[in-house]
């Protein structure tokens, strides 16, 4: 695994767009194995990671970004939390499908942001 080549990113919107698009792909292996509740787990934990990582970027004295756009990420993480907490208990392919449509938007708006 060490010898594997490693992904090179133009710029940071490529970068976070990758990571959105990865997510999504992940919790769509779990929404197709509804049964394997590790896989689920493991899906939805890997999300919440990186919206983790969102909302402490957002919520940093040094972003950046519009206000309106934090205060819409920062929404957008805590239904993903809820969605999360949700989904660790119950899941269902219109919970995954909500998270993998944010994700995938998200990262649309990225590459389209170019």
């Given at each position: 695994?060490?010898?594997?080549?490693?992904?090179?990113?133009?710029?940071?919107?490529?970068?976070?767009?990758?990571?959105?698009?990865?997510?999504?792909?992940?919790?769509?292996?779990?929404?197709?194995?509804?049964?394997?509740?590790?896989?689920?787990?493991?899906?939805?934990?890997?999300?919440?990671?990186?919206?983790?990582?969102?909302?402490?970027?957002?919520?940093?004295?040094?972003?950046?970004?519009?206000?309106?756009?934090?205060?819409?990420?920062?929404?957008?993480?805590?239904?993903?939390?809820?969605?999360?907490?949700?989904?660790?208990?119950?899941?269902?392919?219109e919970l995954y499908d909500s998270l993998i449509n944010i994700n995938l938007n998200i990262a649309e708006g990225l590459m389209e942001g170019e």
């Amino acid at each position: 695994m060490a010898d594997e080549p490693k992904v090179q990113f133009d710029n940071k919107r490529e970068m976070d767009a990758a990571a959105f698009s990865q997510a999504a792909y992940v919790l769509d292996q779990a929404r197709q194995s509804l049964d394997d509740s590790e896989l689920g787990e493991r899906a939805l934990k890997y999300n919440q990671l990186l919206w983790s990582i969102i909302q402490a970027d957002v919520a940093g004295n040094d972003n950046a970004l519009p206000e309106e756009l934090k205060a819409n990420l920062m929404s957008l993480s805590i239904f993903v939390d809820k969605q999360t907490s949700k989904g660790l208990t119950s899941p269902s392919d219109e919970l995954y499908d909500s998270l993998i449509n944010i994700n995938l938007n998200i990262a649309e708006g990225l590459m389209e942001g170019e």
